[in-house]
């Protein structure tokens, strides 16, 4: 039995760029974690903007626990290259 398609996600806007790092330091030296646009996309909603999952899940199209599991993993992302000092690599989520 083959997973269940993933389901579209609504996203708003531009990246701001490609990557977020330190300043001084260049990129390819620098620890490289990932975050897809959705995480990027549910922190702007949830921690930037104060809307509660329940909103934030109406307005990417998804579900208030699909929203949890994306804000826990973007979270738990942002917290480590703020802590590290690594980079955050902003692209699309593959398919």
């Not at 490609?18 to 490289?32: D, E, H, M, N």
């Not at 626990?65 to 703020?82: C, N, P």
């Given at each position: 039995?083959?997973?269940?398609?993933?389901?579209?996600?609504?996203?708003?806007?531009?990246?701001?760029?490609?990557?977020?790092?330190?300043?001084?330091?260049?990129?390819?030296?620098?620890k490289?974690?990932?975050?897809?646009?959705?995480?990027?996309?549910?922190?702007?909603?949830?921690?930037?903007?104060?809307?509660?999952?329940?909103?934030?899940?109406?307005?990417?199209?998804?579900?208030?626990?699909?929203?949890?599991r994306?804000l826990?993993?973007?979270?738990?992302?942002?917290?480590?290259?703020?802590?590290?000092?690594?980079?955050?690599?902003?692209?699309?989520?593959?398919?």
């Amino acid at each position: 039995m083959s997973p269940r398609p993933k389901k579209q996600r609504r996203c708003e806007g531009k990246f701001c760029g490609r990557a977020f790092k330190p300043t001084g330091i260049s990129l390819v030296s620098l620890k490289q974690i990932t975050l897809f646009r959705d995480e990027l996309e549910a922190l702007k909603l949830c921690d930037f903007e104060g809307l509660f999952q329940e909103q934030a899940g109406e307005k990417m199209g998804v579900s208030r626990g699909t929203i949890q599991r994306i804000l826990t993993s973007a979270r738990s992302k942002t917290a480590e290259a703020l802590a590290t000092g690594a980079a955050l690599v902003f692209v699309e989520e593959d398919d």
